[in-house]
């Protein structure tokens, strides 16, 4: 399970760094589900119910991760290409800070992750969003 979180964390601060400058600011929110993720029952129920908030403004960005046995929240700043990762997982509480050498040398190492795109659109504060599927393998499979 930790190995999970730290996995998540870690491929969003890194795509959160390495993208440019957003064109809005605004807070989105996301569902996540983890089906066909090959987890076992008991995991997948611990996982339900799992989202993430980010709140974007300007060069910063704050991702809020939330699942029913952990929290965490990562904070991004573009201009300085840090980002500071607190987790709390069942009572255990992490910090992460990260620069942007660390980050170089985390992508190296960083899941392989592909992205579908879906049919499904919706808009979104004006905006015309597509439904996307992220799938997260690491190199152990």
């Excluded at 400058?21 to 989105?28: R, Y």
């Excluded at 190296?108 to 795109?117: A, D, G, L, Q």
Aim: aromatic fraction near 4%.
């Amino acid at each position: 399970m930790k190995k999970l979180l730290l996995a998540i964390s870690l491929m969003l601060s890194i795509a959160t760094i390495a993208q440019k400058k957003p064109a809005f600011e605004g807070i989105v929110v996301y569902d996540m589900s983890f089906d066909g993720a090959g987890l076992p029952p008991e995991a997948l129920s611990m996982l339900k119910g799992s989202t993430i908030t980010a709140y974007i403004k300007g060069d910063k960005r704050r991702m809020d991760t939330s699942t029913p046995t952990a929290s965490q929240s990562s904070i991004i700043d573009e201009k300085n290409k840090t980002s500071i990762n607190l987790m709390d997982i069942m009572g255990q509480k992490y910090l992460i800070k990260m620069n942007e050498d660390d980050v170089k040398k985390e992508s190296e190492n960083n899941p392989i992750s592909s992205i579908k795109y879906l049919e499904e659109t919706k808009t979104i504060a004006g905006y015309k969003c597509k439904k996307a599927e992220i799938a997260v393998k690491d190199k152990a499979g």
